[in-house]
């Protein structure tokens, strides 16, 4: 290009603020405008013999240009003529062509936008995997009766289990949910099979913080009625979707537990690149009383379930070792996701 506009642009405009008289004004106009050698009447004929390209682009820059040049100049005029002029510093002092250039090779300014916690993406990783196997998903109350959390679990007032889940009281009747578990019976009352669900959710236990323990923290529930539902299905399920999330040569176990709510019972862990099994999860065909408890007739249907925990899957999968990352607001960690 033989031609630089912008410079034209921050050229006259420096003139422009030094101008005190009108003949230095009409020199200047001479000098841009004049009709032979005026520098835009310069830039004006060379135009044509740009490529097709450039014309296209910078053909409607110059025009810009070149009425906003006249008009600063005809400001200028007014404002020498009248009683008390601008001081220069006044005068328009923002170049024009910045904004109308247009480069599209230039670098695009970084935006910033924050990072998803990494706990967050695991859940909606898991949410599309299993949307893949028909799932849907459906939030809960994180505030809910006994009843839900416990008792049509099969955990009644003086059951043992509840030792384990160490609970938040807001009186007799109402609980900080200590598990997802507690949507089961809530979703079967008003849902007939076949069912295939996910409560994702935040779930409460009076835990004391260490670095796998705090008194806050997610589950991912799993609900699954109908009619010919099985141990084997469960299991099979559960490791398609391990591996699908951690990899496809990662290394589960199942091995026999108890969940007053499910009979059998189980829990399963993955081998951690450390060597060391971690559990993150428990899961177990739905107890038939469970089933009744949810309106649903044990005797023509059958149901897994499962609970899983997305801080313990995160931890493992991208191999951090305190839960507390996760939610002490530490920007150095959260920007690595
Ligand atoms: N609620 C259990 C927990 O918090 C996890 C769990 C176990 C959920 C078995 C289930 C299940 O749905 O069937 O540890």
């Known amino acids: 290009m033989a031609f630089d506009l912008e410079r034209t642009e921050k050229e006259f405009l420096s003139s422009l603020r030094e101008i005190r008289t009108r003949d230095e004004l009409e020199n200047l106009r001479i000098k841009y405008f004049g009709r032979k050698r005026g520098i835009l009447t310069k830039i004006a004929s060379s135009l044509p013999l740009l490529s097709l390209k450039e014309k296209k682009i910078l053909g409607p820059i110059f025009n810009h240009l070149k009425g906003e040049l006249r008009q600063s100049l005809k400001e200028r005029e007014s404002d020498l003529s009248s009683a008390s002029p601008k001081s220069t510093k006044e005068i328009q002092q923002k170049p ?55 008792q049509k679990l099969r955990i009644g007032k003086d059951h043992p289990a509840r030792d384990t889940q160490q609970t938040y009281y807001l009186n007799d009747e109402v609980v900080l949910r200590t598990h997802t578990s507690s949507m089961q019976v809530r979703y079967m009352e008003t849902h007939k099979p076949p069912i295939r669900v996910l409560f994702p ?113 995160a931890m493992l999968k991208y191999g951090i070792n305190d839960i507390r990352l996760f939610y002490n607001g530490d920007l150095r960690f959260i920007n690595q996701f």
């Open 96 to 150: 024009l062509t910045s904004s109308l250039l247009f480069d599209p090779t230039a670098p695009g300014k970084e935006v910033f936008t924050g990072h998803q916690n990494p706990v967050i993406s695991v859940i909606e990783e898991i949410k599309e995997i299993f949307h893949y196997l028909g799932f849907t998903y459906i939030d809960g109350p994180e505030v809910d009766l006994d009843l839900y959390n416990f």
């Open 201 to 313: 959710g935040r779930t409460f236990r009076r835990d004391p913080v260490d670095a796998t323990h705090l008194p806050s923290f997610y589950q991912i529930e799993g609900l699954l009625v109908d009619n010919d539902s099985s141990m084997t299905d469960l299991i099979g399920t559960l490791d398609f979707v391990i591996k699908r999330f951690f990899g496809s040569k990662t290394k589960t176990r199942v091995y026999g537990h108890y969940f007053p709510y499910t009979e059998p019972s189980i829990e399963v862990e993955v081998l951690h690149k450390n060597g060391k099994w971690m559990e993150i999860l428990g899961a177990g065909m739905v107890h038939p009383e469970v089933l009744k408890n949810g309106r649903i007739d044990p005797r023509k249907y059958r149901g897994w379930a499962f609970g899983m925990g997305p801080e313990r899957m």
